[in-house]
């Protein structure tokens, strides 16, 4: 099994990315996936994270209302759109796999993660 991130960067406050995850799932629509960051000294904490269906998502507090996880079974990736970017959104982000139906916010429940992707926000 193999998630390999991409689309992060260096951006300016206020600018959007969207990170796309492409899994190597035999039955991706099988599997809950979570976006998480780590910033320079800080715990892995959750961002995002999506119900096998797609019908049901989970954000934090922090991200509510400028980021969407949203995914595409025809081509086994998730994506995490974030706007409004701001500088406390620097971090590593990391996309995660689990086999079960609902949305999942615990890193501990996840099996399978990416390499993690930089995401830099400048003020």
């Known amino acids: 099994v193999q998630l390999v991130e991409s689309g992060g960067g260096l951006v300016q406050a206020g600018d959007s990315l969207r990170l796309s995850c492409a899994a190597s799932?035999?039955?991706?629509?099988?599997?809950?996936m979570g976006w998480f960051r780590q910033a320079p000294g800080k715990e892995r904490e959750i961002v995002a994270a999506i119900s096998w269906s797609g019908s049901n998502a989970y954000y934090s507090d922090s991200v509510k209302g400028r980021f969407t996880i949203s995914r595409d079974s025809a081509k086994n990736t998730v994506y995490l759109q974030m706007n409004t970017l701001k500088p406390e959104d620097t971090a590593v982000y990391y996309c995660?796999?689990?086999?079960?139906?609902?949305?999942?916010?615990?890193?501990?429940?996840?099996?399978?993660w990416g390499q993690g992707t930089q995401v830099t926000v400048s003020a």
């Open positions: 799932l035999r039955t991706f629509s099988h599997y809950a």
């Open positions: 995660a796999a689990r086999d079960y139906p609902e949305v999942m916010v615990v890193a501990g429940e996840y099996d399978y």
